[in-house]
Each structure stands twice: as C-alpha cells, then as structure tokens.
C-alpha cells in the first residue's frame, strides 16, 4: 500500500524551527519525488516543496523560499522538512504525498501530479507565542 507517514508537529515559537518526517513502512520511498503540501484551517490545500528521488532537484513555495529546507536520507527511507524561522501564518497540518513524475516547480504550485492514494495523516504544526 502506498501510503506515507507524516510526524514531527507541534508547537513552536514564531521565529523557531521544527523538523518533520515523512516515512513508509510497506515501499520504498526512493523510487518516488515527494512533496510536502499544508492546509491551513479555512483555507485550500498548497504546495509547500517537493525533492526528487535522487535529491539532486527541489522546489519551493515563495512563501517558505529561504525558511524551509527539504532534504531525503534514502538509506532511512525518509524525507524531512526543517523548518525554520517560523511564522503565525504557517500553522497547518503539513502532508507528504508521492509524486508521480518529477519535482517540478508545477507541483508546488498546481498540486499536479500526485500519487492521491499515498496521502498521509498528516502532522500538525501550530506556531504561537
């Protein structure tokens, strides 16, 4: 089954950082880009960055450009998502989801070309002081 497993939410500070994973027990993580996406409550679903399955190509939303770093560790079988220099306006819960094709910038910002059905729980993230 192709699902993901998102953890590493919480509280954090506005101007803190928090790191999440993004993991799969029943496949191999390596054979796909991932993509990080957030909802925030009252509003739709964005694209927050994608890596590719190498990790050599990686996107960004604007919002999150210079703020949040998205990095893989193929032999774990895991994608993060560091986040840093945290504001109000990124409390969300935060999804992985696989990719279908390639880590293009089309991802981040048309939520085109997801595997739909490797859609996990997701992880909670709140940011306030």
């Known amino acids: 089954q192709l699902q993901l497993v998102e953890s590493g939410g919480g509280l954090a500070q506005p101007g803190g950082s928090l790191r999440l994973s993004c993991s799969a027990s029943?496949?191999?993580?390596?054979?796909?880009?991932i993509g990080w996406f957030r909802q925030a409550p009252g509003k739709e679903r964005e694209g927050v960055s994608c890596?590719?399955?190498?990790?050599?190509?990686?996107n960004y939303a604007d919002s999150v450009k210079g703020r949040f770093t998205i990095s893989r560790d193929n032999a774990k079988n895991t994608v993060y998502l560091q986040m840093t220099s945290l504001k109000h306006e990124d409390t969300a819960i935060y999804y992985c989801?696989?990719?279908?094709?390639?880590?293009?910038?089309?991802?981040?910002?048309?939520?085109?070309?997801?595997?739909?059905?490797?859609w996990g729980q997701g992880t909670q993230v709140n940011v306030s002081s």
């Open positions: 029943e496949f191999t993580l390596n054979d796909y880009a």
């Open positions: 989801v696989a990719l279908r094709l390639l880590c293009r910038r089309a991802v981040v910002l048309y939520s085109v070309g997801l595997i739909a059905d490797s």
């Open positions: 890596i590719s399955d190498s990790g050599d190509t990686t």
